[in-house]
């Protein structure tokens, strides 16, 4: 009998890195660690004088690796498995977080000269200090009528790679100058994991590249030259350190080198995986396929479904963005999101902390036991789940959170079911997107803290959406999909759907619509799109019926339930 | 030099009955009591199978009324002032409170067989078990065209007499037969001083009979008695005990009979007045005259102006009433309000009840003082005030409460302050609507409990009002509109301006338009207009702007304060 091989995922995340061991015959998940970054605010580097700064220091992440790597050998050590059954590791971290590196790809912050200076550092993907580039850039390519935007909404956003560069070259030029060239965190990884000494040799995500970078073959790769000349002198400079084609994840970046293999404990020589963005890889754990949609729920979600790369898929408005073989090879990768799910219950435990609920995690339990007694329309209550802006369908930051139907006797409970279904109100009205464009969702499954943590928030959604919804068995899904393409790098499977199929399934628990709570969440619906379109779009609707509608739906639904 | 004389104010509220003995010349409160009410939750009479139910036996207005009096009368004493000093007594009470009486004015809830019956108490104001008879009052009289409505904004009301009437002749018709009529509080309470035994004698408040029973001059009196029957013949057999026409409080009852005078230690003969509903005597103890509006500030709000009778005022749509001399006589009462205000607040302190602000009215001080240092536009939020509905001028209690401009951000004193200010754009649309129908407003006073107790409230309400608000100097404005009365039918004063010249005046303490602040709250302003008339009124609107209106305004305010 041949002895099991195994893949390892490294997740790196906002606050932490998780390393997970992985059978790649039966996606067994045998050891797990995880290590908090040392420096800043749980890992987060920020300023006193601007608020919208978030930096990361690279040495955190290599530290936390090499620690958890370590720890999660001991583990498997325990239970009989040798370093030599890893066959692969796959990576993947939050993106865009763009880092400067010297021309040995050694990261600036990491060299004594540069070591205290924020801009030098890995500039995390909710850094907003280069909102006003965003809109430079946004401008720019909408005025030359340049096609770059067409995959991503319309809009460039701060937290994207040009956007940063394009600050740092405006506002700390030493730091700019001293970069031999700028990689994503995703980048990086591998290419220290692999020893890389030359920036042109490293490859790069096509994940990250095409999302964020506005990469597409379809324009020969990055944006041209002169494009990126005409904002700052120094893009063009970067562009040219790029190596093309980006690349997806089933192709390896290289094998670890003996350095890092030997602070970690483990052989050199192992492939080490293309990386890729922690949600795209989170999709590829739970199963995403060709008719599974995958939604990452957590403080925000990201919404995450694959199309062949053969299929013409149409601009869909609305869409965060598609972009080829973000998600699998071979495939388009399309993206929506909500901007705000669990940070809205999260606000509402932290900030308005209605009294008699504890805190944490237990006024999120107390609220929930409490909301979920209240049957649907009861409350009267109706919101709009924009308190972060809307990212999908209409992409617009600058809208706001909304609630109405409050009365005397509004409750706390009755306000948090409030959120929740406004939540899933946003969630149907992506799906419908997808359906008018001819998407066909035929399975939905689900990962991420938010969908583990609340079963009132998965049977609302389920009934809301109309649909089952499926939870991805992996608690860590975004690691798991790095260990998927570590096992396919490493060579245990020749193509990453069957990785998947070996390595990742569902759980038994499914979410079934409630056949008597879905009339109701029909007309409250109805309701929330009337007041999602006639705030978020151009356009005079008469709103006279929304409140009587709601105190009619209460009332109904009360003296049904005597 | 002659002795002072003295008035004898009588305020019969929701939960207690305050005497306050006043100084004809000069308004001077020497002595004042209250007495909480004995039966049932802070004296209101509940029913466990049915929540509109809101009764009070009147044996508790009887014996609470003497308690306060013998104790005004030691503190008087006290101070050297004889009973004998006292030259009137006038009388004010909530309403619409009717109690069924039998022929000798007896309330029937006084008489042992009836003593436990709930339909034989009083039907206190906020009883809204008749909602339906309230109803089928209102398509009765639209739909056969009669005018009785019209001067009450085409609805007739769940908490007026006539629908109590109706549904205790539907559900209770013992209670019914055995009532020879039925008395409004502030005339059952001059009747029982004046040891009245015949019920036709009883003279009527036209307060309460033009607000609440759609008496008017214009048709006669009381609705026709062919439309009461159709109601329902007991209807019309209680029309036949009213004593017509309905008299102002600046007319006698009767004088104080033995009997009341030895319980209360009162000589006897004491003249008594024409009683009148509580909001409205507050007014003219607020010092209520031709252009000076009255707002009385408390847990909703009611706004009282006069004109004269001999001027010819419009329907104004959106006011609660126009009747005749319902406030001052020879003038017109106008009477407008908001259904909920100092409610809102302890709504949100007792039910949403953020944490870190303690309860009750440390939470409304700690809020406050958070909510004072918000620049207005800053927090982003814009609130409509309609938790119980708008009374003025929408005239729809099927509409409900609504804040926008939630952020992840959002603080609990920036909502308490949101709150706050929709109420002053609610008291705003008042005064806008009186002015469009040519209803000139000179100086408002207010008065009540909220007025007194936040200063942040009312600098909100002079900045958005553009008006500077003044502060009735008496705390007890009811009881001293009472008292006003009771001085003029004791011939202390010969009119009634005269006496409220003579005993009612302001406080030095003046709240001014902020010119810092009221071009924000302008703003703010044709915003909340701009929800109001899309929610409150039929007609399609765009609304896409306001929620970016908001951040932009909110922004440049941030900014300005740096």
């Known amino acids: 009998m041949n002895a099991s091989s195994f893949a390892l995922g490294l997740d790196f995340g906002t606050s932490s890195v998780r390393a997970l061991l992985v059978n790649t015959a039966n996606g067994h998940e045998v050891a797990t660690a995880s290590t908090a970054y040392a420096t800043g605010d749980h890992g987060v580097m920020t300023s006193p004088t601007d608020a919208d700064i978030a930096r990361q220091h690279p040495g955190d992440h290599i530290a936390g690796a090499i620690t958890c790597v370590r720890r999660v050998l001991e583990l498997a050590s325990a239970k009989g498995i040798a370093s030599s059954q890893i066959v692969g590791i796959g990576v993947d971290t939050t993106g865009s977080t763009p880092l400067p590196v010297d021309a040995k790809v050694r990261p600036l912050a990491m060299i004594p000269q540069f070591a205290r200076e924020l801009a030098a550092q890995a500039w995390l993907w909710k850094d907003h200090s280069s909102h006003a580039e965003a809109a430079e850039i946004t401008n720019a390519a909408t005025n030359a009528g340049l096609p770059y935007l067409t995959t991503c909404g319309g809009t460039y956003s701060s937290e994207w790679f040009w956007s940063k560069l394009l600050h740092c070259a405006r506002h700390h030029p030493q730091v700019m100058a001293a970069a031999a060239g700028w990689l994503e965190l995703c980048d990086y990884i591998p ?58 994840s089933d192709q390896r970046a290289g094998t670890l080198c003996s350095a890092v293999a030997a602070e970690m404990g483990l052989p050199a020589g192992i492939p080490v995986a293309v990386g890729a963005l922690d949600a795209h890889l989170g999709a590829v754990g739970s199963g995403c396929g ?15 479904m694959v199309a062949p790369l053969s299929q013409a898929l149409p601009n869909i408005p609305g869409l965060c963005g598609i972009a080829p073989e973000s998600i699998l090879p071979g495939m388009h990768g399309l993206e929506a999101g909500q901007s705000a799910v669990g940070d809205i219950f999260q606000w509402f435990v932290q900030k308005i902390a209605p009294q008699g609920f504890g805190h944490g995690d237990t006024a999120h339990t107390l609220l929930a036991t409490a909301a979920q007694n ?141 056949p008597a709570q879905v009339p109701v969440y029909r007309e409250l619906y109805a309701l929330y799109r009337q007041l ?31």
Chains 1, 2 share one sequence.
């Not at 060709?290 to 995450?304: E, F, H, N, R, Y």
């Not at 006279?544 to 709601?550: C, H, I």
């Open 374 to 514: 209240i049957a649907p329309g009861a409350s009267g209550l109706l919101a709009l789940d924009w308190h972060n802006g809307n990212r999908c369908v209409l992409t617009d930051p600058r809208l706001s959170g909304l609630v109405l139907g409050l009365t005397l006797a509004t409750t706390t409970p009755e306000l948090y079911r409030a959120w929740i279904e406004a939540t899933a109100f946003g969630a149907r009205a992506i799906l419908d997107r997808l359906a008018e464009y001819g998407v066909q969702v035929e399975r939905i499954v689900t990962c991420g803290g938010v969908a583990e943590k609340s079963p009132l928030l998965m049977q609302i959604y389920a009934n809301v959406c109309e649909r089952p919804l499926l939870l991805a068995r992996s608690g860590e899904a975004c690691a798991l999909g790095a260990a998927v393409f570590g096992a396919v790098v490493g060579g245990a499977h020749a193509t990453v759907p069957a990785a998947q199929a070996a390595m990742t399934s569902t759980k038994d628990l499914v979410y079934h619509p409630d």
């Open 532 to 562: 999602h379109d006639a705030f978020g779009t151009t356009g005079a609707r008469d709103l006279a019926n929304v409140m009587k509608d709601l105190l009619r739906l209460r009332d109904r639904v009360r003296s049904a339930a005597v």
């Open 290 to 304: 060709p008719g599974t949609l995958v939604k990452i729920l957590g403080t925000s979600t990201c919404d995450c």
């Open 191 to 248: 290419a220290w994991l692999c020893g890389m000494t030359d920036l042109a040799a490293v490859p790069r995500s096509i994940c990250a590249a095409a999302h964020k970078a506005m990469y597409h073959p379809q324009w020969g790769g990055l944006p041209e030259t002169e494009f990126l000349r005409s904002l700052h002198p120094e893009l063009a400079r970067v562009r040219e350190t790029f190596r093309s084609p980006a690349l997806a």
